[in-house]
C-alpha cells in the first residue's frame, strides 16, 4: 500500500503525530474493529504516533476508505487507505 505525504521528500516525518482520522462514508473505530455508523458525517480518531504503526493499522482497515495521519506540524499530514 502506498502512502501519500504532503510534505516534499526533504522536509518529511515519520514520528510525532497526533493520530489518524477518516471523515469518509461514517466509518469509525469501535474498541477493536472499523464500523460503519449509520450518520453520515461523523469522523473517528485512533491514536497513532508514527508512520510505521500507521501501515500497520491500515492493514485492518475497510478497504478503499481514505485515513489521514495527522501531524503536528502544518502540511506534514500522510494519507492512506484501507487495506482489508
Same mark, same amino acid.
Given at each position: 500500500? *502506498?502512502? @501519500?505525504y #504532503?510534505?516534499?521528500?526533504?522536509?518529511r516525518?515519520?514520528?510525532?503525530f497526533?493520530?489518524? $482520522?477518516?471523515?469518509e462514508?461514517?466509518w469509525?473505530?469501535? *474498541?477493536d @474493529?472499523? #464500523?460503519?455508523?449509520?450518520?453520515?458525517g461523523?469522523?473517528?480518531?485512533?491514536d497513532?504516533? $508514527?508512520?510505521k504503526?500507521?501501515?500497520?493499522?491500515?492493514?485492518?482497515?475497510?478497504?478503499?476508505?481514505?485515513?489521514?495521519?495527522?501531524?503536528?506540524?502544518?502540511?506534514?499530514?500522510?494519507?492512506?487507505?484501507?487495506?482489508l
Amino acid at each position: 500500500m *502506498k502512502l @501519500k505525504y #504532503e510534505a516534499i521528500k526533504q522536509n518529511r516525518v515519520n514520528h510525532k503525530f497526533m493520530g489518524f $482520522t477518516t471523515f469518509e462514508n461514517g466509518w469509525w473505530f469501535n *474498541k477493536d @474493529k472499523w #464500523e460503519q455508523n449509520a450518520k453520515a458525517g461523523c469522523s473517528s480518531y485512533q491514536d497513532c504516533r $508514527t508512520v510505521k504503526a500507521f501501515r500497520r493499522k491500515l492493514k485492518s482497515a475497510p478497504k478503499g476508505v481514505e485515513f489521514v495521519l495527522v501531524s503536528r506540524w502544518v502540511g506534514r499530514d500522510v494519507i492512506g487507505f484501507g487495506g482489508l
